[in-house]
């Protein structure tokens, strides 16, 4: 009976820390009012979070876009379609490459520093010390940081998306011979504002919130030392990839199933 | 002192419980604090005393007691209020707990700029003013990774006083700092508490700088109060705990020994029959 037992006891761990985690998205999103007089809060970490990810974003969508007008050219040409090529690598990157790797790519890159940032401030007792100073940390640390993620995401998906569309261009008209006003105007025929570009920026929204909620929660639940900061960050990466990939599903089932 | 019991105390600790899981840290303590008074907590690495602090902050509950602060229960009270108390309080972390993304000057200036509407040009005289009572208006533009750890403490202790707080709970305000910064940190911390008004709690257990500049010592172990008076009361007490502890004796109530079996058995069992008696 011990296995049952430990089931248990993982199960119960689990809901304990999603109901945690719950009543701190609570906290956060009720303390983002605060922020509005102090909208330098915000920008800065917009900055960080945002801005300094634009290299990996960029050079991903590039070498993502480049790929998807080589695979996308190959299966094609069988067809004699190769001129549908644009809406092809428009439609999968604006549907659903652009908003998941974004947010994977986001995952490590700007998840993994928000919590180890916030997990060492915890160690070092910079939060026990602002809660001292009647400064409420999940207001003044946790609050701008997420709703920075949560305006970053569709904006990175967004230069992702335009990234790799020119990355399957230069492949396809330049490398390939694609027809160059082909390329483009099947792609502004066959792409929907709504059915796709603005289903693409709801995805990345969801995927933004969700993200840095699970970024600054594994920070700020953290066991304040060496080892448990680096085991939060751990989980931050593993536990974004796999929300995002199975909320990806259920957002396409949604937006996309033909039922 | 000699009014200990004329007046109201600013602490008043009463019936104190506190258990960490299935730990009891506390069970039945009682302790005031004197307004204008520097009070020590004493007592061995183990015994709570960082956990007491955190009590009368606020940021722990107990199970059972209250803990008066100026007149408020810090256990029962509302979380604004509380914030409000605390505008009143500072707190000296054991290793500073600076912000390290910001500047000295930034850092002292972090609770004005939090609570205050201030202009600039006065947050400035504010932290340039509390900087130089510590002796480190020079150092405004260093990063609080440029900083020694006494440094960093002396940083934290202007930056606990930029409100003008009431009281300012010191955690273990001397552990791992050399002669000097040791000798600023105790003459810091009474001419602080005596040039402005303050009352001070000192957590330590570093007997000759505590006792020193204490005028009143609690010494806690096993989750009680087992002595306290001035440091002259203690050196005189006849309680064997309260020798053991101010003379650093290795044996006496607190055991040398972790409890163990017998010695000498312990020794002639060998492990693989002790392994069979066990199995």
Redesign the interface.
């Known amino acids: 009976m011990d296995w049952l037992q430990a089931l248990g006891r993982r199960g119960l761990g689990v809901f304990e820390r999603l109901g945690r985690a719950s009543v701190l998205l609570f906290n956060i999103i009720g303390g983002l009012h605060t922020l509005v007089p102090r909208p330098a809060l915000v920008t800065y970490q917009v900055f960080s979070v945002g801005v300094l990810s634009l290299v990996i974003i960029v050079v991903s969508g590039l070498f993502v876009g480049m790929v998807l007008g080589l695979q996308g050219y190959n299966t094609l040409v069988d067809f004699g379609a190769e001129e549908s090529l644009g809406v092809v690598v428009a439609l999968s990157l604006v549907r659903e490459l652009g908003p998941v790797v974004t947010a994977l790519l986001f995952a490590g890159r700007a998840g993994s520093a928000l919590t180890a940032e916030i997990g060492l401030?915890k160690a070092?007792?910079?939060l026990?010390?602002?809660?001292?100073?009647?400064?409420?940390p999940v207001r003044?640390v946790l609050a701008p940081r997420f709703l920075a993620g949560f305006v970053s995401m569709p904006l990175l998906a967004a230069i992702f998306s335009a990234v790799g569309v020119t990355g399957g261009y230069f492949v396809g008209v330049g490398l390939l011979g694609v027809d160059e006003g082909a390329y483009w105007s099947q792609m502004q025929d066959r792409v929907d504002l709504y059915d796709d570009i603005m289903n693409g920026v709801v995805k990345s929204l969801v995927f933004g919130a969700v993200a840095t909620w699970i970024a600054v929660f594994e920070g700020y639940d953290a066991v304040p030392t060496s080892e448990g900061v680096s085991r939060a960050t751990t989980r931050t990466v593993v536990q974004t990839a796999l929300a995002v990939l199975a909320l990806d599903f259920i957002l396409t089932a949604l937006m996309f199933g033909e039922y | 002192m000699a009014n200990q019991d004329q007046q109201q105390p600013l602490v008043e600790i009463r019936n104190l419980s506190f258990s960490h899981g299935s730990r009891k840290i506390f069970d039945g303590v009682d302790i005031d604090i004197h307004a204008g008074g520097v009070t020590a907590i004493m007592g061995p690495s183990g015994t709570g005393k960082t956990t007491l602090l955190r009590l009368i902050g606020g940021q722990l509950r107990p199970q059972t007691g209250t803990i008066l602060v100026d007149g408020e229960d810090v256990t029962r009270i509302r979380r604004g209020r509380l914030y409000q108390l605390r505008k009143r309080m500072g707190m000296l972390f054991q290793n500073g707990a600076l912000l390290t993304d910001m500047s000295v000057f930034d850092n002292v200036a972090y609770p004005l700029r939090e609570h205050t509407r201030l202009p600039e040009s006065m947050v400035r005289d504010l932290v340039l003013m509390k900087l130089e009572a510590v002796g480190l208006r020079g150092a405004r533009d260093l990063l609080p990774s440029q900083l020694s750890g006494g440094m960093a403490r002396r940083v934290a202790l202007a930056r606990a006083i930029a409100l003008d707080p009431m009281m300012i709970l010191y955690d273990e305000p001397f552990t791992g700092q050399d002669p000097i910064s040791m000798g600023v940190l105790v003459r810091l911390i009474r001419l602080l508490n005596d040039s402005i008004g303050l009352t001070s709690i000192v957590v330590s257990h570093d007997i000759a700088e505590t006792a020193a500049i204490a005028d009143y010592i609690y010494l806690l172990s096993g989750g009680k109060v087992v002595a306290q008076g001035t440091s002259a009361e203690l050196e005189r007490s006849d309680s064997a705990w309260a020798q053991q502890f101010l003379q650093g004796l290795a044996d006496g109530p607190v055991p040398f020994h972790y409890p163990a079996r017998d010695y000498a058995e312990d020794l002639l069992t060998p492990s693989s029959v002790a392994a069979a008696a066990r199995g």
């Open positions: 401030m070092t007792e910079q026990s010390a602002m809660e001292m100073m009647a400064v409420d003044r």
